[in-house]
């Protein structure tokens, strides 16, 4: 059974920063292209960023480029999403998804709350 | 951006009613068109791709259809684990957008 644990979220100062995780397990992880997708709240569902199954490349939206990284190690079946530089405008749930061109499996998601 | 507009924000059913709900891209996007469900604390869960086809696990109840512009899902005969929350969303380019969504609900 495919699962996706999301962790690290929590209450940030905007400025500051913060790294979110999702544990994979129930597929080979290394595989598979995965993505982030965060829905802000009482808002609809916005794409964040993409990596393919190698790490060899990244996609970002505007809105988080340059401030957010996503990253992925293969050995430990873990995404990473970096985000520096946070916003309240950040502040969403924050889903760690497998990508293949759709968002095939997601995670409960993980809750970042950017404010002072 | 592709704008994504679904028109109903809610949609009262009975069980063993049929529904459709629709989606509207702002450009073309060929069929590059998913649909999702959400249910009060469940994962989001992707029904269908490319428009038309089920993924695994999605009862055949569920249809989708369209090109271009225009989408629908239709779900045929309403079991009560239908209702909930049905989003979609274009992969045509990025960055991927979704629409509003939709609440299906129990009337």
């Known amino acids: 059974e495919v699962q996706l644990v999301e962790s690290g979220g929590g209450l940030v100062q905007p400025g500051r920063s913060m790294k979110l995780s999702c544990a994979a397990s129930g597929f080979t992880f290394s595989n598979y292209g995965m993505a982030w997708v965060r829905q802000a709240p009482t808002k609809g569902l916005e794409w964040v960023a993409t990596i393919s199954y190698d790490g060899s490349s990244t996609y970002y939206r505007d809105s988080v480029k340059g401030r957010f990284t996503i990253s992925r190690d293969n050995a430990k079946s873990t995404l990473y999403l970096q985000m520096n530089s946070l916003r309240s405008e950040d502040t969403a749930t924050y889903y760690c998804?497998?990508?293949?061109?759709?968002?095939?499996?997601w995670g409960q998601g993980t809750l970042v709350t950017v404010s002072s | 951006d592709v704008q994504m507009t679904q028109s109903l924000s809610y949609l009262a059913a009975s069980p063993g009613e049929s529904v459709s709900i629709s989606c509207k891209a702002s450009k073309s996007i060929s069929n590059y068109l998913a649909w999702y469900q959400q249910k009060p604390g469940e994962a989001y869960k992707l029904l269908i791709y490319s428009g038309s086809t089920l993924q695994s696990g999605t009862p055949s109840r569920f249809s989708g259809s369209g090109s271009g512009t225009d989408f629908t899902l239709t779900i045929r005969s309403l079991e009560p684990e239908d209702f909930g929350l049905y989003y979609c969303?274009?992969?045509?380019?990025?960055?991927?957008?979704f629409g509003a969504g939709t609440k299906l609900e129990l009337k």
């Open positions: 969303q274009q992969y045509y380019e990025k960055p991927y957008t």
């Open positions: 998804t497998i990508f293949s061109y759709v968002f095939a499996y």
